[in-house]
Nanobody, 124 residues
Framework: QVQLVESGGGLVQAGGSLRLSCAAS????????MGWFRQAPGKEREFVAA????????YYSDSVKGRFTISRDNIKNTLYLQMNSLKPEDTAVYYC?????????????????WGPGTQVTVSS
C-alpha cells in the first residue's frame, strides 16, 4: 500500500508563500488521482485541491482558488501544493491523500492513505 509523507510546512507571514510536498513510497503513485486537505484547530478537515493522475486536470476550493496551485511529478513520485498570498485563515495541518473514487470529488470519505500532515502557520 502506498504511504504518503508531507513536508514543507512552517511559519510564514501573511502575504508570504510556501510549497508543500507529498512524497509517495511507490511508483503506483502515478496511477492515482490525488488531493490536498487541511484541518484547522477546532474545525473539520476540509478539501483544498485535487489533481488527476496525469497532472492535466485540477480543481480547487473557492477559498484557495487563484492563490494555490496543485501539481505533481510522476517521475519523483511527489505531489506539490504551491501556496501564495497566504492568509492567517490558511493556518492548519495540511494532508495529502489518494482519491479512491471518481475524479472531481471533494468528499474526504472518498480519499485514503492519508499522510501524517504538515503544519502551516500564517501570522498576521
Amino acid at each position: 500500500q502506498v504511504q504518503l509523507v508531507e513536508s514543507g510546512g512552517g511559519l510564514v507571514q501573511a502575504g508570504g508563500s510556501l510549497r508543500l510536498s507529498c512524497a509517495a513510497s511507490e511508483r503506483t503513485f502515478r496511477a492515482y488521482n490525488m488531493g490536498w486537505f487541511r484541518q484547522a484547530p477546532g474545525k473539520e478537515r476540509e478539501f483544498v485541491a485535487a489533481v488527476g493522475w496525469s497532472g492535466g486536470n485540477t480543481y480547487y476550493s473557492d477559498s484557495v482558488k487563484g492563490r494555490f496551485t496543485i501539481s505533481r511529478d510522476n517521475i519523483k513520485n511527489t505531489l506539490y501544493l504551491q501556496m501564495n498570498s497566504l492568509k492567517p485563515e490558511d493556518t492548519a495541518v495540511y494532508y495529502c491523500a489518494i482519491n479512491r473514487e471518481n475524479f472531481g470529488s471533494s468528499d474526504q470519505t472518498h480519499f485514503g492513505s492519508w499522510g501524517p500532515g504538515t503544519q502551516v502557520t500564517v501570522s498576521s
